[in-house]
């Protein structure tokens, strides 16, 4: 959208991505005042999007996060298994 020099070039690059195309009053406009009314528009629900979705979770952290439990849930288990076995006096196993 910055880079579009002329409207035609602006309603070629919105058709590529799927965007309505300009209405007539918008052509009126003038291309400098519709790229700064569209780019205004754009940052405001880019903006809105992002309050939306909350704060972004860093990759690295999640990653960690995950490796973390991948290591530690079979030691657990195995934890676990081991105190909860059972040993029985040699007397009361009947051959």
Same mark, same amino acid.
């Given at each position: 959208?910055?880079?579009?020099?002329?409207?035609?070039?602006?309603?070629?690059?919105?058709?590529?991505?799927?965007? %309505? %195309?300009?209405?007539?009053?918008?052509?009126?406009?003038?291309? %400098?005042?519709?790229?700064?009314?569209?780019? @205004?528009? &754009?940052?405001?629900?880019? @903006?809105?999007?992002?309050?939306?979705?909350?704060?972004?979770?860093? @990759?690295?952290?999640? &990653?960690?996060?995950?490796?973390?439990?991948?290591?530690?849930?079979?030691?657990?288990?195995?934890?676990?298994?081991?105190?909860?076995?059972? @040993?029985?006096?040699?007397?009361?196993?009947?051959?």
């Amino acid at each position: 959208m910055e880079r579009s020099g002329t409207l035609a070039e602006l309603q070629n690059q919105l058709a590529e991505i799927q965007a %309505p %195309p300009l209405s007539p009053a918008d052509q009126r406009l003038g291309l %400098p005042a519709l790229k700064a009314d569209m780019l @205004t528009q &754009l940052k405001a629900q880019e @903006t809105s999007l992002l309050k939306q979705l909350g704060p972004r979770v860093p @990759t690295g952290l999640l &990653l960690k996060d995950s490796l973390r439990v991948l290591l530690l849930a079979p030691l657990m288990a195995m934890a676990f298994a081991v105190s909860a076995r059972r @040993t029985a006096p040699p007397e009361f196993f009947v051959p």
